[in-house]
């Protein structure tokens, strides 16, 4: 999922000791007493607003042309779209306790990461929740691309919505051999200068930790807590890479795409030779979008990607947490799951066990329409790299900008 990091600093301390409004109760009962049926007869006729990144034209059409008449139909509630990823949605959230205000603007959101952990320091999001919900015994926690977010136990506070691993995209009329290693991909961009970028956001910031945990010496050598020592050591490393390699990068590295949606635009009108993608299965929907050329595809290199899972949270302060609850509730279900799962609707990955399922809904899952663009999942497994904590990525941001941008 893309989310824009938020460099949030004493505000934190004021937002702590203010308006600090417990919300343990559902419309004045005990949370922990109510059953389903109780919650979903709370949630009927009830508007939830979701804020949620809208960048990509089949997640939109997936949510407005599958999950909001879907909850409509089945349980009567209005589900309302607005746009708004990490940044935002954090800046919203502390601009609410500050104006002390109980009733939030927005019921659910979708996150991960870094705005997880920045969520938490103010106290902003609703929990635990998810183990109400009928659909979470079928959820895969026990999976720790999924049961754990940037290194931070989910804890209940969390929904996984969808698991994706990032690829590179390339064009193969062009390029024969892509490159698998940071030596390798120095030497290409060398050769081939203007071809190659990565974005100043999430996407090319989930890149760049990559290169950071092959500097560090691969998969588990920054696990766990932010380590300063570390992140000194190996950032330090990472930026000369990428001074080494800036002048060969795109616009002579001098700027860089706001996002991934403008580099899949640079690499469709064939400017980039490389684009990139935290869902590995995007580069089939691109092609059949028309976007990208049929010879496009993508791979992992030999240093290995993120895979991570992206969430469904429900804010502290949302005034229908009932109604909430039962939208994220048919989010994960089999059949919605099964439906974005597939390559031609959106191709993200699904956060079920299928050893939970009936074997006929497991049958279902392992028949969907194949990739024909992206390596199928378990030829990349090997190489999926652990997120790693927060920190680590609001601390690339900050540098990225210092270190290379701005110099």
Known sequence: MKIKSVFLTLTFGLLLFACKNEHPTISGKDFEKLSWEEIAQQANGKTVTMMMWTG????NAYMQEFIVPKVKKEHNINLEITS????????VLMTEKMANKTQSDIDLVWINGETFYQIKQIDGLFGPWTDKIPNSTYIDFENPFIGIDFQQPIEGFELPWGNVQMTLIYDQNKIENPPLTRAELEDFVKKHPGTFTFDNHFTGLTFLKALLIDIAGGNDALSGAF??????????ELW???????PYLWNNGKVFPENVAQMHQLFAGGELWFTMSNNDAEVDN????????????AYVPDFGSIQNSHYIGITKNSSDKAAAMVVANTMVSPEAQLKKMN??????GTVLSLNKLSETQKNVFENIPQRKYAPNRKDIQHKALMELAPEYMIRLAEDFRKEIINK
Do not use: C, H, M
């Not at 380590?227 to 330090?236: A, C, F, G, I």
């Not at 000369?240 to 800036?246: D, F, L, R, S």
């Not at 691109?286 to 595809?297: C, D, Q, S, V, Y």
């Open 84 to 91: 708004g990823q990490g940044a935002a949605i954090v800046q």
């Open 343 to 348: 390559p031609d609707v959106w191709g993200d």
């Open 240 to 246: 000369n890479y990428i001074k080494k390699i800036k």
């Open 286 to 297: 691109k092609i059949n979008e028309g976007l990208f050329p049929e010879t496009a595809r």
């Open 56 to 59: 990509d034209a089949k997640i």
């Open 227 to 236: 380590n300063e020592e570390k992140y000194n050591q190996y950032s330090t």
